[in-house]
């Protein structure tokens, strides 16, 4: 199947809405009177920031909260995901210690809608894995800060919303040419250090303004470009699991059976043990550009004519390094534990040492070892939206308007990997018996000494994603006059298409093997859907040995001592062999992109189109002379999906072509109702609106993978349904002043259909595999809960302290209804994702001309998802503290420098208990410094 980059090529039909959208602006060109333009923007550091966003909050007939930025090109953080934990109910993901993904409200990044200037923005995601494709979470950190004027988290739903965002939907609102009649051109320059990589980085960004054909005609260019060194460390158990006794098989260490479980504390339950502990140096060299440029045309006070345009790109170069020890599910005559292992009051190994005897006929698969693997290759991320639009007063009643818009992701993830590993170790020990939980690993080798090395593997696994949706939607609203103030209606077509390709290709050089004597070549290919495995070389273990030292001698030690900005307790090992791609050029890297070289199992195209129409009423009324507005609404939806792909043949573990389609109709009513207890000052808002979401289009794929080595798999599920909430909100807002207000809202939200995760047994080819796939959850989840926000400047005070203020927000979160329970322990996990508390504490400085912000972001634990093993991670309790001050220099110039992490915070997971940590990061400080400059 290939993947095809689709171009929206002119037509008739396009060139027929262009006509549309222009006529009625020609028709009033002549005769209409000057445009109107808006005042100049006063902006005032901080203070006017935070006035826009109350004004936002204020008058939205929905709950909303905003962040404004500050003057054009002064967003107040370094991106869109950082920037947005700072609204009640939004909780953050990071990916090297930048903000990378939210949730809103509890639910999960991929059910969150993000709209660029009204248009779709689609995911950038691509796992190098055999089933990890992708995820329809938005990559935040490609879009650059310095494009956006203002970012609304939309939290109750109107029925002219476009459907997918269950948890809510967060709107990017660029600078467009119109904000202001004065041109202008900004800019700034900066640099960014990373402690831990001990890098200087550049980050460039300008953004212009011109108004041309008598003030008609505005055009928009802003640009950025910089380069990242994202540097971050984890001291790492991949899972923890039981092990059995030696003979003793799978079903008497199982679930509900615990005799032939390793149990050294004998308590009837076996002893959990770590699985794959390992150390990793994750280097991420990144490049990213952007551009975003908007044309409007206004030729009357009636019309207007917009084309927007958003590009962004994301370039990384892998080379990141990780030491990990093989494991086993089961002890052998060979493979046993030392006296000296322990367990912990958790029932987890605390210290542990496997020890191996020599066998018979060693091999990989039944000796002990460690690995050195290095994950090279490129990422390349790129997105683009654009909109074609116009807005038409027909008359002082009747407003038309009609939009057609593309949005374009690509991501091609090129990863290879280099494994060399040494097999044959006498012993390996894994210490956790230190203040962070973290393993201390010891060898019976040298790390740093490729000598030993008698297994060498290359693995080429690119995967390339194309996503594409076309829209198109017709709009209007009449003003109606008396309680009926207005009447909105339209109709919306959506076709997403989702094609992912996924290559694999390894050659492994194996020089340990089962054979006295004899080493061998080993390649994976797939030829026209079929695995092909072969033994291209067989001589001596010397021959092979020989070869692998020629390959293994580029190897180097990397650039910085592992985890030199944090803190594991303590560790046997700072440096290691880096397997670079120096090795991987010297060893051959397989070819995987011939025709018809591509994984069927994990090979896909998925397409929804839905149609959408909606009626919406906005009604007003006075009662005990005060404000009540009331919008009232329903939208009706199909969605329908076709899924094409590849079903495995069990028994022979061949592929055929196969799809499937699926069709879903859904009403979803919506009310908002805002009343003025007190003008303008104190406002009392009641929602209850429905809200329906298509699941990721890669779980509903007919996909399969499978991992041969832990006899684990995954697939899609064609069957998979879209899921649907209610949500309720009842919230008290008191605006104080024109900067300070105080707000407090409870909600709740029921989802039905939610995704759940379900491992099964199935045999393919003779083999049992533990199988992962997704289903409906039959069962309501509901989460309640509780949110506060407060901004106050302290203008009352004295002196230098009436320039300082404070922001705050807490958000509650509880789930009622998910059923997941431990595999082992029976207990209740929590809904996926959500935190039951979380903070952010905010002191501001602005006296017009000098501006400090020191900030604290808190959330508690929260359930990650399932791992491997049937446990589930869990992300412990995170908080981090970041800072920034800047400095008004004359008219047209600002310093600033701004610092991030600034306690070395680190984050932790572990697998449902305290006693069995499963990650420790650290990423270090960042220090952000530069110029702006407004002209």
Known sequence: MASKAHLWRCSPASAALVIALVSPGLAHAQSAPAPATNADIIVSGIRQSLANALNTKRNSDQVVDAISAEDVGKFPDKNVGEALQRITGVQISRAGGEGSAVSIRGVDPGLIRVEINGQSTLSTAAGPAAGSATNPAVEFRDIPAEFISRLEVVKSATADMTEGGLGGTVRIITRRPFDTKKDYLAGSVQGVYGTLGDRLDPKFALIGSHLFANDTLGVLLSATYEKRSLWYDQAKTTGWRQIRKVGATAAQCSQTVQTGCVDLNNDGTGDFYPDIPRYAMY???????????????????????????????????????????????????????????????????????????????????????????????????????????????????????????????????????????????????????????????????????????????????????????????????????????????????RVTDLNSIYHDGTVTYEGYTATPGVGDIKTRTWVTGTAVDAVTSTGTNAAILSQIQSYVKYADLGDHNFFSTGNIGSTNIQRWLNMNMGIANAAGIPTTYTTNNWSPGDTYDVKQKNWAGYVSTKWGFTPFDRNLAVVVGARVIRMETIASGYNINTSAGTFAPVSFTGNHTYVLPSANLRYELVPNKLIFRATATSVAAAPDLAKIAPS?????????????????????????????????????????????????????????????????????????????????????????????????????????????????????TGYYSGQALGFPGLSRHSYNLSAFYDDGRLNARISYNWRSRYNIGPERDNLNAFGRPYGQWDSSISYRIGDHFTAFVDLVNITNAQRIEDEESAYRVSTVETYGRRVYFGVRAKM
């Open 704 to 820: 399969m993978s499978l991992n041969t080595i832990a006899q684990t798999g995954s697939r899609g599920n064609p069957k998979l349904s879209p899921y649907t909430a209610q949500q309720y909100d009842l919230g008290l807002e008191w605006y104080i002043s024109r900067v300070n207000y105080l707000s407090a809202t409870f909600w709740r939200k029921d989802i039905q259909g939610f995704p759940y995760k379900v491992a099964t047994t199935e045999n393919y080819n003779g083999t049992d595999f533990t199988i992962s796939t997704y289903y409906n959850s039959a069962a309501p989840v509901q989460i309640n809960g509780f949110e506060a926000g407060l901004v106050y400047g302290f203008d009352f005070l004295p002196g230098l302290f009436k320039n300082m203020g404070l922001q705050a927000n807490y958000t509650y979160a509880k789930d009622r209804g998910f059923t997941t």
């Open 283 to 493: 280097r991420e060299r990144t490049e990213r550009y952007a551009m975003n440029g908007i044309v409007e045309w206004r030729p009357s006070d009636n019309f207007r004519l917009f084309f927007d345009n958003t590009y962004t790109r994301g370039q990384q170069t892998l080379n990141s390094q990780l030491m990990q020890i093989n494991t086993f599910s089961a002890l052998t005559s060979a493979l046993s534990l030392s006296n000296d292992t322990s367990v912990n009051a958790g029932n987890a190994a605390s210290y542990v040492q496997f020890q191996q005897t020599p066998v018979a006929n060693p091999n990989s698969t039944n000796a002990l070892g460690v690995s050195y693997r290095n994950i090279n290759g490129t990422i390349d991320r790129q997105t683009y939206t654009g909109t074609l639009g116009s807005e038409w007063h027909v008359s002082p009643k009747l407003t038309l308007r009609a939009r057609g818009g593309y949005s374009w992701a690509r991501a091609f993830n090129d990863e290879i990997d280099v494994v060399g590993t040494q097999y044959g170790l006498t012993s390996v020990t894994v210490d956790y018996r230190n203040s962070a939980g973290a393993p201390n690993i010891s060898l019976s080798t040298d790390p740093t000494n490729p000598a030993g090395i008698n297994n060498l593997q290359i693995q080429h696994k690119p995967r390339l994603n194309v996503q594409t949706e076309r829209n198109f939607q017709f709009d209007g609203d009449y003003d109606v006059g008396g309680f009926l103030k207005q009447i909105k209606f339209g109709v919306q077509r």
